[in-house]
């Protein structure tokens, strides 16, 4: 399900079209609304997604910007969105809409990062609506919270890896002993600080020349 974010517009922009074509259409047919409802619930899903993608590439935001904007955003994504509320959590740490109660009409997705479970997505209804196919939830809705706690996963999973990167590279940075690596066939990949000072060259001027440089003639 996962697309980018520019196929996202596309697709949103056909199906509000192919809307606007069967509300002409299909005016005087019996299955005229059930047809025109379901493609403006895939206009919302995919705006859903699209917005979701947009949030998790603002790199100076925080973790928990992301998590409450998440929670925000997921309400207009389904059908019933002034009865909606939404709440996800994360290693014990609870975001919300302000509206927010269990229900009795609700569902949920586990959040999965490197396959442990470490939190779950609920979007729940504040009052009793016609059945559907979970409930009164749409079979599209119960892909949409799948693929929305999959990204947010995967923005985690993101986040820590960035996280690990910056610290390894702090650490590389004040070490005493000369680190650097090199690729299959003998490139200079990285430099730090301190193979500056013993084999003085800089790292502008050794990446990505043959590591053989170093050698003693």
């Not at 949920?108 to 779950?120: D, H, K, L, P, W």
Request: charged share 25%; glycine share 4%.
């Amino acid at each position: 399900m996962s697309v980018s974010p520019e196929s996202l517009v596309t697709e949103v922009e056909l199906l509000r079209n192919r809307v606007v074509e069967l509300e002409a259409q299909l005016l005087d047919r019996a299955d005229a609304s059930g047809v025109i409802a379901r493609l403006r619930e895939r206009v919302k899903e995919l705006s859903t997604l699209y917005r979701e993608s947009y949030l998790a590439d603002q790199t100076r935001s925080t973790p928990e910007d992301y998590f409450y904007e998440i929670v925000a955003l997921l309400p207009p994504g389904w059908q019933y969105p002034e009865d909606c509320c939404a709440r996800l959590l994360v290693n014990g740490q609870t975001y919300a809409t302000p509206n927010f109660v269990e229900s009795a009409w609700q569902q949920s997705c586990t959040v999965v990062v490197q396959g442990r479970e470490i939190g779950m997505v609920t979007v729940a209804y504040l009052s009793a609506h016609p059945p559907a196919d979970e409930g009164p939830f749409l079979a599209e809705e119960r892909s949409l919270i799948n693929e929305i706690a999959k990204r947010i996963g995967q923005f985690i999973e993101r986040r820590q890896t960035e996280t690990a990167r910056r610290h390894l590279a702090a650490i590389v940075e004040s070490t005493e002993d000369a680190i650097l690596s090199e690729s299959l066939d003998g490139i200079v990949q990285t430099w730090n600080a301190a193979a500056e000072r013993i084999y003085g060259y800089t790292a502008r001027e050794i990446v990505g020349k043959p590591v053989m440089l170093l050698e003693p003639p």
